[in-house]
Each structure stands twice: as structure tokens, then as C-alpha cells.
T-cell receptor, first 111, second 116 residues
Framework: SQQGEEDPQALSIQEGENATMNCSYK?????LQWYRQNSGRGLVHLIL?????REKHSGRLRVTLDTSKKSSSLLITASRAADTASYFC???????????FGQGTELSVKP | GAVVSQHPSRVICKSGTSVKIECRSL??????MFWYRQFPKQSLMLMAT?????????EQGVEKDKFLINHASLTLSTLTVTSAHPEDSSFYIC????????????FGPGTRLTVL
């Protein structure tokens, strides 16, 4: 399976703390994307990082990409209770335009 | 931003019936649409890729005769679950891309299918 792996599977933190989620994938990619999903809802696109980029920021989000290790991390700073959701990484490979999703991290931010 | 809608948002049906789910791109022309399935507490699994006017490409293990996909226009793709059974109960999500070379996929809100 091409599906990537994410860790941790579940993460519980207090409001104000930082949350770090990691994603690993198996073959070379065109780009890697992070999505958020609230329970029972659709996906919200958070950030896209291309294979020639190493770091990207968007508000309280910071994404890194290490293509030599085939891994990425998503950092959410100063977390809020509203950040509680599942977070998925997804990789776009060089052909077909298919997004392959990681297994996801379930983040719980306690007020 | 680009908006993708799905209809219905929730459907409950009896075993053996067929269910059609629609995916529409509301403010852009979707050259490619993707259908995913998500079981509870699991990730999204790609089922098939459909390009307007051509046959869908199914992922390994997905029965094309069971999950019929039609992408008849640049704004509409449909997924029909034929002869649904309880094991087909899942959250079905579509996504769409627009212009060639665009990397971002825009996701619909999903359809919750429950087969009794």
C-alpha cells in the first residue's frame, strides 16, 4: 500500500500548548498537503508544501518537509480548543493526480 | 475559494437497493473528480478517479460494477452504489480539481451512507 503513516495516532494537550504531528511516506512526491477534518464532516485544506520546499508557515501552522527522510511534520502553535479535530497528511505523486492519505492524527485540545 | 457540494448529505437505505450520490463543483469546471470512502476512525481511501467524458479509473480492490461512476459534465460526477449491503455503510467523499496542473483538490462535505 502507498498509504503513509502518521504519528501519533492520538494526541491530547492543554490549550496554549503546541501540537506536533508527523507524517511519513514511501515514494518520491510532487507535493504534500495537510488537511483537517472535524468529526463527521468534510476535509478542510490547511497547507501545501512542494517537494522543493523545506518549510512553510500559515498563521499558527508550520509545516516542514524532509524529502531525504520522506517525512513531514505539522506544528500547531498556541493550540485552542477549536483545533480539536483529525489531521491528515496527503501526498500527491508524480502521476495521475491521486492524493494518498496518511492514517491521521486525532488531536484533542482541552480548555 | 472553489466549492464542491455533495447530495445527499445523509442517506439510509435497505439492503439490496441502489443509492446515487452526486458531487458538484459549484464555481469552477472540474476536469477530474475523485471518490473516497472513509470508515469510522479511519483515513480516506481513494476508490476511483473520474475524468469528464471518459471511464473512471478504479483503485485496486474496488469493484467497478458495484460502484458505478459517471462524470457526464465538467461540474457533475455521480457515484452509484448498486445493490448496497451493510458493509457498504461508510462516509463517501468526493473531491475535484480544476485547471490542468492545479495541485489542490477541493473536497465535498461528504455523504453518510447507512445500509440496513
Amino acid at each position: 500500500s502507498q498509504q503513509g503513516e502518521e504519528d501519533p495516532q492520538a494526541l491530547s494537550i492543554q490549550e496554549g500548548e503546541n501540537a506536533t504531528m508527523n507524517c511519513s511516506y514511501k515514494t518520491s512526491i510532487n507535493n504534500l498537503q495537510w488537511y483537517r477534518q472535524n468529526s463527521g464532516r468534510g476535509l478542510v485544506h490547511l497547507i501545501l508544501i512542494r517537494s522543493n520546499e523545506r518549510e512553510k508557515h500559515s498563521g499558527r501552522l508550520r509545516v516542514t518537509l524532509d524529502t531525504s527522510k520522506k517525512s513531514s511534520s505539522l506544528l500547531i502553535t498556541a493550540s485552542r480548543a477549536a483545533d480539536t479535530a483529525s489531521y491528515f497528511c496527503a501526498t500527491l505523486y508524480n502521476q495521475g493526480g491521486k492524493l494518498i492519505f496518511g492514517q491521521g492524527t486525532e488531536l484533542s485540545v482541552k480548555p | 475559494g472553489a466549492v464542491v457540494s455533495q447530495h445527499p448529505s445523509r442517506v439510509i437505505c435497505k439492503s439490496g437497493t441502489s443509492v446515487k450520490i452526486e458531487c458538484r463543483s459549484l464555481d469552477f469546471q472540474a476536469t477530474t473528480m475523485f471518490w473516497y470512502r472513509q470508515f469510522p476512525k479511519q483515513s480516506l481511501m481513494l476508490m476511483a478517479t473520474s475524468n469528464e467524458g471518459s471511464k473512471a479509473t478504479y483503485e485496486q480492490g474496488v469493484e467497478k460494477d458495484k460502484f458505478l461512476i459517471n462524470h457526464a459534465s465538467l461540474t457533475l460526477s455521480t457515484l452509484t452504489v448498486t445493490s448496497a449491503h451493510p458493509e457498504d455503510s461508510s462516509f463517501y467523499i468526493c473531491s475535484a480539481t480544476g485547471l490542468a496542473g492545479e495541485d489542490e483538490q477541493f473536497f465535498g462535505p461528504g455523504t453518510r451512507l447507512t445500509v440496513l
